[in-house]
């Protein structure tokens, strides 16, 4: 065997740079090259299988604008270092590694198939030279990245967080098998890991079995190993090198050729669905599908689809979500996992990693028949597990398109049920004639201006919590006397406001919806105002998202915080700690965390924040149509779980502080529940204020 000569001759002069088959032979030249189309066969068969099942499903506008902070995302790897920057560090190696290994190998497949090979100009051949020696120094260094990255994340799988078990919350144990999930978790870690390492070894054995020509000291790593194996001898290393020439060939095809088959997709799948993702999807539903098909994928839209492929089961949205957390029988992450399942079964696939969808995927509803009823109706559409995704699942609209299935069907929750029915009667989901929404007006020293029948400058839709419950409904009150006191000129639209359709929508009955804003819009366009205030986080989000107002509504707490800055309302002089929940629809939603926190602190008091707080809020259970259904069958209810981490602060915090009227509404009943309330006083933070600027202190 000749240990060879790896010097690449480049007319009389002999440069730095390698021959990629030295020794090899013809006959493993022609088996590699087969074996490299055989694994790009398997490879284009199942890309092609994946992009026949999205062009199943229907259509949906792209944002190209979006592209550019995509490739900043994906590139900084910021979606995944979100709230766990270890994992995101190595993930960032990995995936840099990667990326650097892959054109690395590109640059060979260039320089030796395409110019060489194919059209025969090896005075075009580049791959050597100061060339072959940066080159080489940047792979060694980003492989040793990637490896390292990799046995970090390898070491996680074996010693996992809670988020990454599979154990699921609806169903018994033993009535299902994740075995395959984790194998595919494992063996992706495992396969690249081997790639990576195949590579070192035959970089270490080359330059062992060449003699160490000195130019090869630009492959760090390889050299490191080269000097370790030089007890091998020339022979012994260059029969070493062979082994390992083929061993690292065959990993890498194996993997080319299993990647639409494996983990190994979100590699294609999530880039793609983070270039498309709309987090807006949430805010502003999409519209409902047409007429029904006999297709079953066509309820979800091909983005809807390469979610479900691009989920790395990494169990964040499984972590945060409060429905989860409770009991209640719903997994965002298990949800996406048993649509993968099922649109891979309907396509005519059961891949490996998996246990296949069970009955009914060619006919039936999925809603109902597949994704059991109840899994759909404990969402509260928080938006907490599409904000943790790193990968931007739209998980929210999933959902709702099939509470909507369930909506048509009848397959309708008991308590939203008789919700929709005072709705569609009332226009309010408390079922009270629309006389008495402004009946809370009456104790309050002066009247309120009908916007109806003379302008303002501030419309304040009240919302449908705020102006029928008695609790909700004192806060009201406290807003319509600081708004007085400020000279803010306010008014309402007294009956003719109905419930803004927020929660309803998201409980899948569009056509209410539609009615309900058709009543709105119309009785807005009946009044002359500037600006609209709501106290209803809901309701803001759909007026500016869904009635397609934005730029004209604000929160309450916006206005109470520009009064407070602008002198317009001279608060300070309470004294204690308070702890602030953020509404899942004020913070998540709107991305408004500072003008509560702003007039707590104004107040005097001092902002003692829960573990999970700002994007992180844990949601009160109510949203989605929720607070309309029951939740006695909950182990606990998320407002529960809420106040329980609020009492775990200590014994000086004393406020629960809201800035939403359901919020007020599951905290109150919550403190009792818990035993909590000579412990913990829930109030709004317009209550504060009020207090702070009278001088009563609160509790
Ligand atoms: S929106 Fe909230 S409740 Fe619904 S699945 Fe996501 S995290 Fe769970
Ligand atoms: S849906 Fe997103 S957050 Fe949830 S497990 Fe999958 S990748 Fe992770």
């Known amino acids: 065997m000749n240990p060879a000569v790896l010097i ?11 021959e990629t088959f030295l020794n090899i032979g013809n006959g493993g030249i022609i088996a590699f090259y087969l074996l490299a189309l055989l694994a790009t066969l398997i490879f284009l068969s199942g890309f092609l299988f994946r992009v026949r099942k999205y062009s199943r499903g229907r259509g949906r506008p792209v944002d190209w604008k979006r592209f550019g902070p995509a490739l900043a995302e994906i590139s900084s790897q910021r979606t995944v270092a979100k709230r766990d920057r270890a994992v995101g560090l190595a993930h960032f190696f990995v995936f840099w590694g990667f990326m650097v290994l892959t054109i690395a190998t590109a640059i060979i497949a260039i320089d030796e198939d395409v110019l060489d090979l194919l059209l025969g100009r ?9 060339f072959y020696q940066g080159y080489s120094l940047i792979v060694d260094v980003f492989s040793v990245g990637f490896i390292g ?4 994340l390898g070491w996680r799988r074996r010693n996992p967080p809670s988020k990454l078990g599979y154990e699921r919350v609806d169903r018994e144990e033993g009535s299902y098998d994740r075995k395959g999930y984790s194998i595919d978790d ?4 495992v396969v690249l890991l081997f790639i990576a390492i195949s590579g070192f070894l035959l970089e270490g054995f080359r330059i062992a079995a060449t003699n160490f020509p000195s130019f090869e000291i630009w492959s760090i790593a390889g050299w490191t190993i080269a000097q370790t194996v030089s007890f091998l001898g020339v022979d012994g290393a260059e029969t070493a090198r062979l082994v390992f020439w083929w061993a690292h060939a065959l ?3 194996t993997f080319i050729a299993f990647i639409p088959y494996s983990k190994a997709m979100h590699m294609v799948t999530d880039v793609v669905d983070l270039l498309v993702t709309d987090q807006d999807s949430a805010r502003a539903l999409p519209d409902p599908v047409g007429a029904p098909s006999d297709d079953l994928l066509s309820l979800f839209t091909w983005k809807d689809l390469i979610d479900h492929d691009a989920c790395t089961k990494c169990g964040r949205c499984h972590d945060v979500c409060p429905a989860r957390a409770t009991g209640a029988p719903l997994s965002p992450r298990d949800l996406i996992l048993d649509l ?5 079964a309907s396509s005519g696939i059961n891949l490996w990693y998996g246990p296949g969808a069970e009955p009914n995927t060619t006919t039936g509803t999925v809603a109902g028949d597949y994704i059991a009823a109840e899994t759909l109706w404990a969402c509260t559409t928080c938006m907490a597990c599409m904000e943790v995704c790193p990968v931007g699942i739209e998980h929210v609209p999933t959902i709702v398109q099939m509470r909507r299935q369930l909506v048509e069907v009848g397959d309708v929750e008991p308590g939203l049920q008789t919700a929709f029915q005072s709705l569609t009667r009332a226009g309010n989901s408390f079922g009270k004639s629309a006389k008495q929404r402004a ?12 916007a109806r029948s003379e302008p303002v400058d501030y419309l304040w839709f009240v919302g449908d919590h705020a102006s029928f419950d008695p609790r909700a409904a004192e806060v009201s009150s406290s807003v319509a006397r600081l708004l007085s006191h400020a000279k803010v000129d306010f008014g309402l639209l007294y009956e003719a406001e109905r ?14 919806f539609e009615m309900l804003r058709e009543q709105n819009l119309e009785a807005l366009a009946s009044a002359q105002y500037s600006q609209i205030i709501t106290t209803d986080p809901h309701s803001l989000n759909t007026l500016r998202y869904e009635y397609e107002l934005e730029g004209t509504v604000i929160h309450y707490t916006e206005l109470l915080d520009r009064l407070v800055a602008d002198g317009s309302l001279a608060v300070s002089g309470l004294s204690g700690i308070a702890t602030y929940h953020d509404p899942c629809y004020l913070g998540r939603y709107q991305d408004e965390y500072e003008a509560p926190r702003r007039l707590i602190e104004a107040t005097g008091l001092g902002l003692h924040e829960m573990g999970r707080c700002r994007e992180n809020s844990f949601c009160c259970g109510a949203g989605g149509g929720r607070i309309w259904m029951d939740d006695s069958d909950l182990e606990e209810r998320p407002s529960e779980n809420r106040i329980r981490e609020a009492v775990a602060l200590g014994d000086d915090v004393r406020y629960f502080v809201v800035a939403c009227p359901k919020d007020m509404v599951m905290y109150s009943d919550a403190v009792k529940t818990t035993g909590h309330e000579d412990r913990l006083q829930v109030v709004d933070v317009a209550q504060l204020v009020e207090q702070a600027m009278t001088g009563v202190h609160v509790g």
């Open 8 to 18: 690449f001759a480049h007319g009389e002069e002999v440069v730095p740079g390698r």
């Open 122 to 130: 090896p005075d075009l051949q580049f791959w050597h030279g100061a």
């Open 149 to 152: 990255g990799l046995v970090f």
């Open 186 to 189: 494992r063996a992706f870690l």
């Open 251 to 253: 990993s890498a095809l």
């Open 340 to 344: 993968r399942e099922l649109a891979d």
């Open 439 to 450: 009946r809370w007006t009456k104790g309050l020293d002066q009247d309120i201006k009908d």
């Open 499 to 512: 419930n803004s359709g927020n929660d309803v929508r998201r409980a899948g009955e569009e056509g209410l």
